[in-house]
């Protein structure tokens, strides 16, 4: 059997042919990146290859990096093998990447969901042979409200809160849930007040010709009255800083797709839990991996056992495989970027051997210490 | 039902006390009296009786979401609650309803005497009727799994301001046998005397700890510093039982364990000295198995709670007498506004005038002049079968509930020891879908022997990181359960040990919990079987003092 055109191994999705990976996650000299995410975009490439509007956050998170960029749709040839890029509908300027090769197409979907936000370009099915798709939120329990609804609920609850004299602070990531929140506001109702790692992230975006509604930075010299009659925009790392305090007496409200669970928003302790995703809840996930008449999909982080289980049983050929990605709708921040020391570190162990293959269903843990010995 | 399930929604919206506060009167003052009586009930774990069996609402659930078996399943060790969990699997309601909720009450209890076809008939309507919060305390109801826990304080205080009746009232009226459907919310707010119900307890007054953790020592100087001179104060041994209340009233008795169960007959050997009572009296005290006229330890007593059946070999290996240490009712008056030496001299009378002092026994005073001889003392609480020491203030009244100031109790140190967590399960609640409970184990030559299951004292952020060791270190999965690699190494407390059967390590732990996360110790330091055997030995040793 010849051997397939991407290989999951453990420095991330590989292509032998092509010579470059897909969302390393350990230094190589050739990364074809979905989106922006930590857990997906990791320093210490020698090349990138992402989408036109993941240029800016690119370089603000990453710094001095050797970028190209290119279009949806266009397509670049390494070695024969035609790179393309497709609408992901995650973030601003998250892709879906599509490798083609002597007939055979392969997609991997990078983090996507199914819902136009507004913002993000919508995601396009990509009919493919194989696909390999996240499955962040694959279990049924999780399924989304359209997204008008939710914001009628945040906009409600924001109004209810200036009525009550309650400052509003509503927690996203800051590449994605951020801007999603900010385009749905009602702008009526106040000015939109950022922390500073959002602002930075807004700015990048403009930088990268995104029009945005307007938002004011909050430092040191904003006055905290004015501010608690807006609503601030903040990033999970916030919660519970000194920070945030000041603002008091507020609520606070967080968005992500855990919310769905009672449990999970009891955890975070939040005033106000919105269920609400950048990734495709368990619908969208069928539906999406339904319209690639794909012949094989391989879930990666997620529920994958779950997931894959249950295509397999309703007639897909479903496939597990074990990746490093996920975190950010969860831990956002705290996301697995090295700081600046580790970075070296991580630079220093880059070595010249190739790359192990991982079989399916190895766990992830044992194969990085397989690795270092 | 709209109502209640906004409430819960509501409540569940906030982390602050005087928006829960806000949100319970709310819902006072907007619905009818029925519906008030029916949430307070609820609320004090007063639960209509489970009228479908949870293998049926399971199965109808499944087949109303039309998923796999397994999936449902797996969903249900995602979300970590059944009612939640099947709420979420089903397909949004196609309509709604106006029904309160006594009506739906009176639906569920309605359902007694209908086949299996007309209730799964009637599930089926009810799902679909219903939104997905509306769904969510509904199944709640239907599985009675409706548990709030600390919320009734709020409850009280919400109900005290609506009324106008103080709090500690109010808590003594909501406590007894009473069901919504035969307590009104008129009969609720009027007057009333000890007679409206005999079986009525009043609110257990519990001690808070001296010392916050074991970690943080109290010396004899430092109660001198909180308690002030140790003559204000009487000492007793903490006992490790069944916290009970004891009632004669009308020539009936009534056993109330501090989980406001109703437990007359689980205790048969306390029977015949509290008909001796006089009319009319109220003892607070501690069950405990006794042997030959010493306590045993809890898990000999834990072996007869939870039986159906009392059987002559229970009876006759974990027999039970109580030692009683506040008596809160006499000749007919509530006594509670007493000082602690006045009901003493009380209870001191009644027992020595019963016939049975084999089971109704006093807690003895622990005699002391000072705080440093009391800390002496304290050191044989092990060798006493107790859990340390109880202050007691001797000017204090009997009052309700948790409060500083008057009651102390002073543990003893937890025994302690190093072991490896083998196994992660994940937790329920607001742990739900994380790892949170874990076995641990100790070595066995150079076997890792499993030893103790443990739930609590890690903080948020340990448990996330723990979280994170699991799921990226899991050798093996069986179902819910993930064997993980031995590594990480906890320090465990507990308050007893004692010899099993059950276990393979041959041993079980008394309330073993998480003292910390020992992250400088390798697992190869942790302690071994033989160690913890050796603690055993000395426990044995110890329940012979003399």
């Known amino acids: 059997m010849a051997k397939p055109l991407l290989e999951f191994t453990d420095r991330g999705i590989y292509c032998e042919q092509g010579k470059f990976y897909i969302d390393p996650w350990k230094p190589v000299d050739d990364a074809e990146i979905t989106h922006a995410h930590a857990d997906h975009a990791y320093w210490g490439h020698k090349r990138y290859l992402a989408h036109h509007l993941s240029r800016e956050v690119l370089l603000y998170r990453l710094g001095e990096i050797n970028l190209q960029t290119i279009e949806y749709g266009e397509t670049i040839v390494k070695n024969g093998v035609k790179i393309s890029m497709f609408p992901a509908g995650h973030v601003i300027g998250s892709a879906q990447i599509r490798v083609e090769y002597k007939g055979v197409v392969w997609v991997v979907s990078g983090d996507y969901k199914t819902e136009d936000d507004g913002i993000s370009t919508p995601f396009e099915p990509v009919k493919c042979h194989h696909f390999i798709s996240e499955c962040t939120f694959g279990m049924p329990v999780y399924t989304w409200k359209p997204q008008s609804q939710i914001f009628e609920d945040v906009n409600g609850w924001w109004k209810s809160n200036i009525e009550h004299g309650l400052a509003t602070v509503i927690v996203g990531y800051s590449l994605g849930k951020a801007q999603r929140i900010l385009q749905n506001l009602d702008l009526n109702l106040g000015k939109v007040y950022t922390h500073g790692v959002i602002e930075n992230t807004n700015e990048a975006l403009r930088r990268n010709g995104v029009i945005l509604n307007p938002t004011e930075r909050i430092t040191s010299e904003s006055s905290k009255e004015a501010v608690r009659k807006g609503i601030i925009i903040a990033p999970p790392s916030s919660v519970g800083t000194p920070w945030m305090r000041k603002f008091g007496p507020y609520s606070f409200g967080y968005c992500s797709g855990w919310m769905a669970i009672r449990g999970a928003k009891r955890r975070r302790a939040a005033d106000r839990g919105f269920v609400m995703s950048d990734h495709a809840d368990w619908d969208g996930l069928v539906s999406a991996i339904d319209a690639t008449d794909c012949e094989c999909v391989y879930l990666t982080h997620g529920y994958t056992a779950t997931f894959t289980r249950y295509l397999n049983e309703i007639g897909f050929n479903a496939r597990e495989v074990h990746t490093l990605y996920g975190g950010e709708e969860e831990d956002a921040e705290a996301a697995p970027q090295p700081s600046p020391g580790e970075r070296e570190l991580i630079a220093e162990d880059k070595d010249e051997h190739p790359s192990k293959v991982l079989s399916f269903g190895e766990d992830l843990g044992e194969a990085k210490k397989g690795a270092k010995t | ?546």
Request: proline share 4%; net charge negative.
């Open chain 2, 1 to 546: 039902m709209k109502a209640f399930a906004n409430l819960f929604l509501a409540l569940d919206e906030t982390n602050k006390t005087n928006e829960k506060v806000k949100v319970l009167k709310d819902y006072f003052t907007s619905v009818p009296d029925t519906d008030k009586m029916h949430m307070l009930a609820l609320f004090t774990g007063r639960r209509p009786k489970r009228q479908i069996n949870a293998t049926l609402i399971r199965t109808w659930a499944i087949e109303a979401s039309n998923i796999p078996q397994w999936l449902f399943e797996e969903s249900y060790h995602v979300v970590g609650d059944l009612a939640e969990t099947m709420s979420l699997l089903m397909p949004a309601s196609e309509s709604s309803s106006s029904k309160s909720l006594t009506e739906w009450i009176a639906e569920i209890n309605n359902l007694a005497d209908k086949n299996e076809e007309e209730k799964k008939l009637w599930l089926m309507e009810s799902w679909a009727m219903l939104d997905s919060q509306e769904r969510f305390v509904f199944n709640k109801l239907l599985t009675g799994s409706f548990r709030i826990g600390v919320l009734q304080n709020l409850v009280v205080k919400a109900l005290a301001d609506v009324t106008g009746i103080e709090a500690p009232a109010l808590t003594h009226r909501i406590m007894g046998k009473w069901m919504p459907e035969d307590y009104t919310y008129e009969q609720l707010v009027q007057e009333q005397t000890a007679s409206d119900d005999i079986s009525r307890p009043y609110p257990f007054f519990l001690a808070y700890p001296i010392q916050e953790t074991s970690e943080k020592q109290k010396s004899a100087e430092d109660l001198h510093l909180a308690l002030g001179d140790a003559s204000e104060w009487q000492a007793e041994w903490k006992w490790d039982g069944i916290r009970a209340q004891m009632i004669k009233r009308d020539g009936e008795i009534f056993i109330w364990s501090r989980g406001e169960d109703l437990a007359t007959e689980k205790f048969p050997e306390l029977h015949p000295f509290l008909y001796d009572l006089p009319d009319g009296t109220v003892l607070d005290g501690e069950i405990l198995s006794f042997s030959n006229g010493k306590p045993l330890p809890f898990n000999v007593l834990q072996t007869r709670i939870g039986r159906k059946n009392l059987t002559k070999k229970i009876l006759a290996e974990s027999p039970v007498a109580t030692i009683v240490y506040d008596c809160l009712e006499y000749g007919r008056e509530d006594i509670r506004h007493k000082t602690q030496s006045e009901r003493r001299q009380v209870l001191e009378k009644l027992q020595s005038q019963t016939s049975d002092p084999e089971t109704f026994r006093i807690s003895s005073l622990i005699q002391f002049d000072t705080w440093q001889q009391l800390e002496t003392q304290r050191e044989q609480s092990r060798a006493m079968i107790a859990e340390g020491i109880m202050l007691k203030r001797k000017s204090a009244t009997y009052q309700v509930g948790r409060r500083r100031g008057d009651w102390w109790k002073w543990k003893i140190d937890p025994l302690s020891v190093d072991a490896v967590m083998v196994y992660a399960q994940k937790g329920h609640g607001r742990r739900a879908d994380l790892y949170t409970d874990y076995t641990f184990a100790v070595w066995d030559g150079d076997k890792l022997v499993p030893f103790a299951k443990a739930y609590s004292g890690l903080t948020d952020a340990e448990i996330n990181k723990v979280d994170y060791f699991v799921k990226r270190n899991t050798l093996e999965k069986f179902g819910p359960v993930r064997t993980v690699k031995p590594e990480l190494v906890f320090e465990i407390g507990f308050e007893g040990i004692n010899k099993s059967s059950r276990h393979k390590s041959g041993i079980a732990l008394r309330f073993p919990r998480i003292l910390r996360w020992r992250h400088d110790k390798p697992k190869e330091e942790a302690d071994t079987l033989e160690s913890l055997k050796a603690l055993l030995e000395i426990g044995y040793e110890d329940e012979t003092p003399d």
